[in-house]
């Protein structure tokens, strides 16, 4: 692990997180050991023992938490836990500070995140969609990638603490505009990842040598930085999360729902999130598990199903 920066963000008082799954658990240790004064809140308390551990506090609900913290940082799975953290009855947006700032940083529609920007708006409470890019080493070395949306001035006020667990970030322009770019990266990782899949059973059907194969490939120039890694561990067999599956497929889901809104045509997308998205894929296993898939379709005639 990459050490830890130090952030100056004394301005921004105590922060707030609500989310300890696979990427919002290491980016709160990330806070935690960067010194910074962090109250945390999961419906699995639980998962916060460790942060505990750290000198994180720990919040019983969100509007504890949302109460405590100046800054109100968010990683959920969905529109849904994005729908139920702010704006239920004990929801955040009703239990902030006036004044407060949201950095929320889940996978969700533009219309979602615009949505939960306007309501906070309403209320003086300030609201970016920060989008985060990356695995969970990246994660866990500081090395994130983020897309802001939302208020510039924001944007600005509450980078320093990016710092802590992202190695750089891009302002994209107004809320929704973090999770759109989001969205265009993610439909590149999934395409790509089929197609590397795809060309690996190629090549087992050619009678290359596996091992031989994955090494060759990945010395390519062909092989996207962000799929480097997926090839060295599809090369053990190892499918360990690091994005998993199911977080792909639901990318998936919004990405070609998003083009069909607009009349746009995606056959790459629209074909990746068919096939190789499909069979008995588990889906807490990483989205690389794809070329698992396609290696059984080889050494089957090709039946992605069999």
Not at 273 to 291: H, L, N, W, Y
Request: proline fraction near 5%.
């Amino acid at each position: 692990m990459e050490s830890q920066k130090s952030v100056n963000a004394s301005h921004l008082g105590k922060l707030g997180w609500i989310g300890l799954g696979h990427m919002g658990s290491r980016i709160a240790t990330r806070l935690t050991n960067a010194g910074l004064p962090l109250v945390v809140y999961d419906r699995d308390p639980s998962k916060a023992d460790e942060l505990i551990s750290q000198g994180a506090e720990l919040a019983t609900s969100v509007a504890e938490l949302a109460a405590a913290a100046n800054v109100i940082f968010s990683c959920v799975p969905d529109a849904a836990a994005v729908r139920s953290v702010y704006f239920g009855a004990d929801g955040v947006l009703h239990s902030a500070k006036p004044g407060a700032y949201i950095v929320e940083m889940s996978t969700v529609a533009p219309e979602t995140s615009i949505h939960l920007f306007r309501a906070g708006r309403e209320r003086g409470i300030r609201v970016l969609d920060v989008a985060i890019s990356g695995s969970t080493p990246a994660a866990e070395s500081g090395s994130l990638t983020l897309f802001g949306g939302g208020d510039r001035e924001v944007f600005d006020i509450v980078a320093p603490t990016f710092l802590a667990f992202a190695r750089q970030w891009f302002y994209m322009g107004p809320s929704g505009s973090g999770v759109a770019m989001k969205l265009v990266v993610n439909a590149l990782l999934g395409v790509g990842m089929q197609a590397i899949a795809e060309a690996l059973a190629l090549g087992i059907q050619l009678g290359l040598p596996r091992d031989l194969l994955f090494d060759t490939l990945g010395r390519t120039a062909v092989v996207a930085p962000a799929h480097l890694g997926k090839l060295a561990t599809a090369n053990q067999n190892d499918y360990t999360p690091q994005f998993p599956l199911r977080l792909m497929q639901k990318d998936f889901g919004l990405i070609l729902w998003e083009a069909t809104e607009r009349g746009l045509p995606m056959p790459a997308t629209t074909a990746a999130a068919k096939s190789g998205m499909t069979g008995a894929i588990a889906g807490e296993e990483d989205f690389s598990a794809v070329i698992r898939l396609m290696e059984h379709a080889a050494k089957k005639g090709g039946d992605l199903n069999g």
